[in-house]
């Protein structure tokens, strides 16, 4: 058995010992990723109009145009939250789908411009119900939605990633192609934070966009998708357009 003296020095170092381990535990936290704070959303025009072609926003899609080898913006968008502050009936009228009868945004002409060439489906209205369903939990104006958003859809589109799409020239990708891609664009493992979104067409896959998790903050793509954690994406291949001659 233990003397007194040798219990009174364990329970000593015992002591020492374990408040350290919630402090460790904490340090380990804090150098996860935390949760996903926002999901850039965007759309890749030509495999979004091969699998829905009589969409609003497909209505003058052209593949030869300069549009069709970038990302399109569709939303920014908080996890499981939507119509923050939006009262009830313009939250029912936006969800009717008459989208151009919601209110006109109040956005710069620069702006109003950048949107318009970035997002097809604004002739429709679809900028004011995403403003409305997903701006409104992110933001506290169209304006700065829509700035921050295009920001980093330029971001996006400046990288090699829609060039791999566009090179495909209506082939299939892979998600690991594009991860490797946002891999060499943005920084090793934010990849990870991306998902391939995708739509049947008769007997193929079309990817129509991407997903993409950032954390918090305000800097920039690379920085946004590193500190969000890493997700898993359903579809992990699909055409990236029509094919050829048909």
């Known amino acids: 058995m233990m003397s007194n003296a040798a219990l009174t020095v364990l329970a000593a170092c015992l002591s020492l010992l374990l408040p350290a381990l919630p402090a460790a535990a904490q340090a380990a936290r804090a150098d996860a990723p935390a949760a996903t704070r926002t999901v850039l959303s965007v759309s890749w025009q030509a495999g979004y109009c091969a699998a829905r072609p009589k969409s609003r926003g497909c209505a003058d899609f052209s593949a030869a145009a300069s549009e069709a080898r970038q990302f399109s913006l569709h939303s920014l968008w908080q996890p499981r939250r939507s119509y ?9 009228q936006a969800r009717k789908g008459k989208w151009i009868d919601l209110p006109e945004l109040a956005l710069a002409d620069g702006t109003k411009a950048r949107l318009a060439a ?17 701006g409104s939990c992110v933001a506290a104006s169209p304006e700065a939605y829509y700035g921050r958003s295009l920001d980093l859809l330029d971001e996006l589109n400046a990288s090699a990633v829609p060039a791999l799409l566009a090179g495909k020239a209506g082939g299939e990708v892979t998600l690991s192609e594009v991860r490797a891609a946002f891999d060499a664009a943005f920084g090793n493992g934010t990849g990870e934070r ?17 997903t993409i998790g950032l954390g918090p903050g305000e ?12 997700t898993r994406s359903r579809c992990t291949a699909g055409f990236t357009a029509a094919a050829q001659g048909g």
């Open 219 to 230: 800097g920039g793509l690379a920085a946004l998708a590193a500190a969000s954690p890493p």
């Open 84 to 92: 923050c502050g939006v009262e009830a009936s313009l939250k029912q």
């Open 118 to 134: 970035a997002m097809p489906a604004v002739r429709v209205g679809l900028d004011r119900q995403q403003w409305l369903r997903s």
């Open 194 to 210: 991306v998902r391939l979104s995708c739509r049947k067409a008769g007997e193929r896959q079309m990817v129509v966009g991407l």
